[in-house]
């Protein structure tokens, strides 16, 4: 099985910057993409950003600018650096990442438990 575990959130001011970590572990043979999500109180889960195995990034406009998604294929680990933060950036955060256990099985789509963030007016 694989584990995402999620770490760096917290509450920040406004303006404020924070950084995130996914980390991956259990029996993985390979990652495609990484990604995060978040979700606000009574608001659906949206995708922030998401980096490819090549390094290909592509972000939500609403953090375009603000934000930067990474990734250490050594470590299983993808990292969002957020600047500039907003108090709409609230959220629990959450990792995502397509991975497989062995060269021949499929990708399958994995969730962390989430990390809260928490911007102050």
């Known amino acids: 099985q694989v584990q995402l575990v999620e770490s760096g959130g917290g509450l920040v001011q406004t303006g404020g910057s924070l950084s995130l970590s996914c980390v991956a572990s259990?029996?993985?043979?390979?990652?495609?993409?990484m990604s995060w999500y978040r979700q606000a109180p009574g608001k659906e889960r949206e995708l922030v950003a998401t980096?490819?195995?090549?390094?290909?990034?592509n972000y939500a406009g609403s953090v375009k600018g603000r934000t930067t998604i990474s990734r250490d294929n050594a470590k299983n680990t993808v990292f969002l650096q957020m600047n500039s933060l907003k108090p709409e950036d609230t959220a629990v955060y959450y990792c995502?990442?397509?991975?497989?256990?062995?060269?021949?099985?499929?990708?399958?789509?994995?969730w962390g438990q989430g990390t809260q963030v928490t911007v102050s007016s």
């Open positions: 259990g029996s993985i043979f390979g990652i495609n993409t």
């Open positions: 980096i490819t195995s090549t390094g290909t990034t």
């Open positions: 995502n990442i397509w991975a497989r256990t062995t060269h021949i099985t499929p990708f399958h789509n994995y």
